[in-house]
C-alpha cells in the first residue's frame, strides 16, 4: 500500500488524526507479563488490537524495541497490524541522519526487514542523506522539523539567510526545503510539536496540506485544541496526532488493553472535538 493513500484512507473512514506510539518499557508492563521472553510483543499487540479501529496509524519507537534485543518482536508486530489490521500505516520512529551510503542501508532495514510504511528522518545532513528513503516512493519519509523537545530551540530556531535576501528561522527552512525540493514524489511530511502551536501554524502555512507528524500531547503536555487548529488541513485532516505514555500505561494490570482503549478513545474524540 502507499502511505499517503492509506493515512488518507484512515483519516476519513476511522474519523481519527490519533497516532498511537508503541514504546514498550518493560518495567511498566503488568504483573502477568514480566519475565516473558515474548513480553514486547504480546503487550503491544495487546494495544495494537484494543486500539487499531481508532487510529489513523501506529509508530513503534525503535529504541524501545532495540534496547530489549527485541528486533525480532518488532518485526512479528508490524507483520501482525499489517496482517489483522489491514490499510492500518506503520511508522517506524527510527530518525536516521546518516551519508548516503549508510542512509541506504538503515532504508532496507526500515522498508524490506521490518516492513514499516513509513520512518522519520532527520534532515540534518542534507538531500543525499535522505535520497535513499526518498526512492521508496510509496513508503512515507517524516523529516524532523520542529520537534517537541526544549532543546530542540537550540539549532530549529536559529535564524539563517534565506536565499534571495531576508533570513527565516532553521527549522522553516527545513519545511520550505521538503516542501518544494525534495517532495517531488508525494511521499514527504514534517515531524512539529504540539508544544509549539505557532510553529505549527506557520509550518502548515509553508507547506500547504502536507501530512504533519505531532509529539507532545498526552505526557509531554502539549494542548490539544491549540494542536489542531494550527495544523489542521483545509478538509480537517493533515495530522498524525501522537500519543504514547498516556495511552499505554494508562492502566497496569490485567485489563491494561481495554484501559489503553479507553484512553485512546477519549483521546480521539478529544482530537475530533476541535477539527
Known sequence: MHFMSALRA??????????????????????????RPDAVFEFCKAIVDATADLVCCFKPQIAYFAAQRAEDQLEALI??????????????????????????????????????????????????????????ADKGVI???????????????????????GVEKLYERVARLVAEDWNASGNCALVVGATFPDE??????????????????????????????????????????NSSRAILYAGADE???????????DTRDAINAYR
Request: with cysteine; charged share 20%; glycine share 12%.
Open 255 to 265: 485489563d491494561f488493553a481495554a484501559a489503553a482503549r479507553r484512553a485512546a478513545l
Open 200 to 241: 505549527i501554524a506557520r509550518v502548515r502555512a509553508l507547506t500547504g496540506e502536507m501530512p504533519l507528524l505531532v509529539p507532545g500531547i498526552g505526557a509531554q503536555g502539549g494542548d490539544i485544541a491549540a494542536t489542531v487548529a494550527a495544523g489542521r488541513s483545509a478538509d480537517g485532516t493533515g495530522l498524525m496526532i
Open 10 to 35: 484512515a483519516w476519513q473512514q476511522r474519523d481519527s488524526l490519533l497516532c498511537v506510539g508503541l514504546d514498550p518499557d518493560p518495567a511498566r508492563f503488568p504483573a502477568h507479563l514480566q519475565g
Open 79 to 136: 507483520a501482525h497490524i499489517h496482517v489483522r489490521h489491514p490499510g492500518t500505516p506503520v511508522v517506524l520512529d527510527a530518525k536516521r541522519g546518516d551519508i548516503g551510503s549508510t542512509a541506504g542501508q538503515y532504508a532496507v532495514e526500515a522498508f524490506e526487514r521490518y516492513r514499516a510504511d513509513a520512518i522519520t528522518v532527520n534532515p540534518y545532513m542534507g538531500r543525499d542523506s535522505v535520497e535513499p528513503y526518498l526512492a521508496y
Open 143 to 165: 523529516l524532523l522539523c520542529r520537534t517537541s523537545n526544549p532543546g530542540g530551540s537550540d539549532l530549529q530556531f536559529l535564524e539563517v539567510g534565506r536565499p534571495g535576501g
